[in-house]
């Protein structure tokens, strides 16, 4: 079956605007979770949604970062006033539930210049 | 406070020989253990994981890992290495008392040469 899917794939903004990132979870999966990969942090953990409880919001470093989650299904990741640190590449995972193994989707790869 | 170490930045082997590469966890609870491999231009692929059940854990492509709790370890092993397995390696804590939100290992590249 599908995998997890995100879009962009690539994606290049100015300093100062806002970007949406999205993300398709494979389908049934509960679980969803936003990762981030770059050079200088290596892959950390940025937001949890778990089916209707409030995500955990524990990794987001900055308040500029929102992520929701519609019906429990697709995602979107909003970075508002991009920065230049916020260049990374942007995984999604998702599972079945809370201890279930992660799928990952390729990632987003975002540029901000 | 859950961490992962990967005691190696680069491994470079020759094809047909083992491999091993290393990783050292800390967990406050009883740790779930993963080992995930990327591709170039890839997503994470998870290749083994620990939960504690058996400490010899088997997974995908003749890989093997053996988690040692006196020694707080999870290195990743396999006898003979294949060209298709260059690629960036990261071992992965979950302490699963919080959701079960991955803390990565900083890689370990593999590189395999003829």
């Known amino acids: 079956g599908a995998g997890v899917s995100q879009s962009p794939s690539n994606k290049v903004t100015e300093k100062g605007k806002d970007v949406e990132l999205r993300c398709d979870p494979i389908?049934?999966?509960?679980?969803l979770y936003w990762y981030r990969q770059s050079l200088g942090q290596g892959l950390e953990f940025l937001i949890y949604f778990q089916g209707n409880s409030a995500p955990d919001k524990s990794g987001l470093p900055s308040d500029r970062f929102s992520a929701e989650r519609t019906g429990g299904s697709v995602s979107t990741l909003t970075i508002q006033r991009t920065q230049q640190e916020d260049s990374a590449v942007y995984l999604c995972?998702?599972?079945?539930?809370?201890?279930?193994?992660?799928?990952f989707g390729p990632g987003t790869r975002l540029t901000v210049l | 406070a859950q961490s992962v170490t990967q005691l190696d930045s680069h491994v470079s082997v020759s094809e047909g020989t083992p491999v091993l590469l290393r990783c050292n966890y800390s967990s406050s609870y009883s740790p779930s253990l993963f080992w995930y491999v990327q591709h170039p231009n890839k997503g994470l692929q998870l290749l083994l994981k620990y939960t504690s059940a058996a400490t010899l854990v088997k997974g995908i492509n003749g890989f093997e890992a053996e988690f040692k709790k006196s020694e707080t370890s999870f290195h990743l092993t396999k006898p003979s290495a294949h060209m298709s397995d260059a690629a960036e390696y990261f071992c992965v804590v979950s302490d699963g008392g919080t959701a079960s939100k991955l803390t990565f290992g900083t890689g370990t590249r593999l590189q395999v040469t003829l």
């Open positions: 389908s049934g999966h509960t679980a």
């Open positions: 995972a998702s599972s079945r539930g809370t201890y279930n193994e992660q799928f």
